[in-house]
Structures are given as structure tokens and as C-alpha cells.
């Protein structure tokens, strides 16, 4: 079992107790509109399925809630070597993001091995755009994908990160 430390944050696998929260943060149209994955609207059974998948992710993804002060306000997690991550709505603009992603991407790249991982926001995503290149991922152009929230195709940047960005992305936050 996987468990990151942050100074404020506590990224750990999803619990069955967890189901609520869940529901409370991505059954909000503001969040839920921005990923790619997420149904809007979000129930108590998506929420249920999410977390029995989380008990059989592989052994190369990682599927982790970040957690204040013992508090669920999001989800981070890398799925085919693609980074993808949420905060519920009241957590914007405190850093949390960059806080958990920023671990996640040190594991990736550590304890995981990875030379290479890859990301995409939804244009307009300002807040995503900036924890990604903060990150040192690198913009690779645009394209489409599918919102499930949206019922709909939208525009997405493509990013790539590799192992020597990340090191020079780390150097620069020191």
C-alpha cells in the first residue's frame, strides 16, 4: 500500500468510507467538467465503483485521495503513465494541486521508475496548465477527447514530461 507525505497533504488508496466525500466533490459540475473521466452527474454508485477498481489497480498505476487534515478534497493518480488528478471546488487556489502532483511525479520518476509520463488539460483549465508546467511538463499541441461530464468532445493540451525535465523542473523549485 502506497501512502505519500506532504507538508500538508496525505495521499493515500481510497477507503469504502471515502464514498461520500466522492460524491460531494466530483458531483460538482465545476469539477467534474474539467476531467475526462468523470460521469456528471456523479452518484453514489460511481463512487462505489471507483473505489472497489482501486483495489485492483496494477502494479505500474497508482490511484491515491489527497487528504487535509484527514479531509478528502481530491483524487491524483497515473494510469498508463499518464499523470491525472482533481480538487474538490473549495480547495482551489491553495496549492494543493502542485502540492500532491508534485509528489506524485517524484514517485513516478523514483520508486516507480518511470523515464517519461504524460498529462493534457482541458483548454480554459488555467489552474491545470499552471501545476503542469510548474511541473515541468512540456506542451506537445493540441488535440480532442471525450468529457464524459460534457457528453461532448473538447479541446485538450497534450503535455510530455520526461525523466531530465522533471530533474530540471526540481532544481528550480529548490
Known amino acids: 500500500m502506497i501512502i505519500l507525505v506532504t507538508d500538508r497533504l496525505t495521499l493515500r488508496p481510497p477507503h469504502e468510507a471515502d464514498a461520500e466525500a ?4 466530483l458531483g460538482n459540475l465545476n469539477v467534474s467538467r474539467w ?3 468523470v460521469p456528471y452527474p456523479y452518484g453514489r454508485r460511481d463512487a462505489e465503483d471507483y ?5 485492483v489497480t496494477p502494479q505500474d498505476e ?3 485521495f489527497i487528504t487535509f487534515g484527514g ?4 483524487g491524483i493518480g ?3 503513465d499518464e499523470l491525472g488528478y482533481w480538487l474538490a471546488e473549495p480547495q482551489w487556489g491553495k496549492g494543493f494541486g502542485t502540492e500532491a502532483a508534485s509528489a506524485v511525479t517524484d514517485h513516478a520518476f523514483t ?7 504524460v498529462a493534457s488539460y482541458h483548454l480554459g483549465n488555467d489552474g491545470s496548465r499552471r501545476i503542469l508546467l510548474g ?7 493540441e488535440d480532442v477527447a471525450f468529457s464524459r461530464a460534457r457528453a461532448a468532445e473538447v479541446p485538450i493540451m497534450r503535455l510530455d514530461l520526461t525523466r531530465q525535465a522533471w530533474r530540471e523542473a526540481k532544481e528550480r523549485r529548490r
Open 22 to 25: 466522492l460524491v460531494h466533490g
Open 35 to 37: 476531467t475526462g473521466r
Open 51 to 55: 473505489i472497489a477498481r482501486s483495489r
Open 62 to 64: 497508482l490511484m491515491l
Open 71 to 74: 479531509e478528502l478534497v481530491g
Open 78 to 80: 497515473i494510469t498508463q
Open 111 to 117: 520508486a516507480m521508475g518511470r523515464d517519461r509520463m
Open 135 to 141: 511541473l515541468g511538463f512540456r506542451e506537445t499541441g
